[in-house]
T-cell receptor, first 114, second 113 residues
Framework: DAGVIQSPRHEVTEMGQEVTLRCKPI?????LFWYRQTMMRGLELLIY????????DSGMPEDRFSAKMPNASFSTLKIQPSEPRDSAVYFC????????????FGPGTRLTVL | SQQGEEDPQALSIQEGENATMNCSYK?????LQWYRQNSGRGLVHLIL?????REKHSGRLRVTLDTSKKSSSLLITASRAADTASYFC?????????????FGKGTKLTVNP
């Protein structure tokens, strides 16, 4: 079975540009999570979807960040405009049931904003 | 705010030795999970222990949970170089109807061959 798929794996962009990160969860999983990992702040939950509906977006840092889940097999995280402090590794994870269950992580997207 | 915090932040041992990592948390939990992250990779789930369990085993892993002390430990026995990774504990945090995991900052384990 394919795990969680993320694209791109690496993204280098300039400040002010729009960045779109993509995620395909494991088939049959109904919860999807976007995390951001940095050395300083560790792993932070940005947003959590259940059955394609955003349940908790309290971790989204500011209006420059937005996330969508148009269907059960695809989600995007968009940053517009990007800033150097957005540089981090962004992970997508999925699980069955609620946010308390075992989560399966994708390989991550390493974002560098110059 | 940080719910779970691992201790130590870094641990270096020789192959064959046991490695023990600890996690402390602040509020009551339903379950606690441990994850491993190899360098440059996503996190991988290792084990889940429920609040009514005191100890759980999986291969060379042993996890204990002491809810009275709000702490958990992960023991890796007979460590191997391939165990080199960061290890994270994650606790469930009910917030306004949202059920989510909160991860600690991890323990970086290095197993020297």
């Amino acid at each position: 079975d394919a795990g969680v798929i993320q694209s791109p794996r690496h993204e280098v962009t300039e400040m002010g540009q729009e960045v779109t990160l993509r995620c395909k969860p494991i088939s049959g999983h109904n919860s999807l999570f976007w995390y951001r990992q940095t050395m300083m702040r560790g792993l932070e939950l940005l947003i959590y979807f259940n059955n394609n509906v955003p349940i908790d977006d309290s971790g989204m840092p500011e209006d420059r960040f937005s996330a969508k889940m148009p269907n059960a097999s695809f989600s995007t995280l968009k940053i517009q405009p990007s800033e150097p402090r957005d540089s981090a590794v962004y992970f997508c994870a999925s699980s069955t049931g609620t946010g308390y269950n075992e989560q399966f992580f994708g390989p991550g997207t390493r974002l560098t904003v110059l | 705010s940080q719910q779970g915090e691992e201790d130590p932040q870094a641990l270096s041992i020789q192959e064959g030795e046991n490695a023990t990592m600890n996690c402390s948390y602040k509020t009551s939990i339903n379950n606690l999970q441990w994850y491993r992250q190899n360098s440059g990779r996503g996190l991988v789930h290792l084990i889940l222990i429920r609040s009514n369990e005191r100890e759980k085993h999986s291969g060379r892993l042993r996890v204990t949970l002491d809810t009275s002390k709000k702490s958990s430990s992960l023991l890796i026995t007979a460590s191997r170089a391939a165990d080199t990774a960061s290890y994270f504990c994650a606790t469930d945090v009910p917030q306004g109807g949202s059920e989510k995991l909160v991860f600690g900052k991890g323990t970086k384990l290095t197993v020297n061959p």
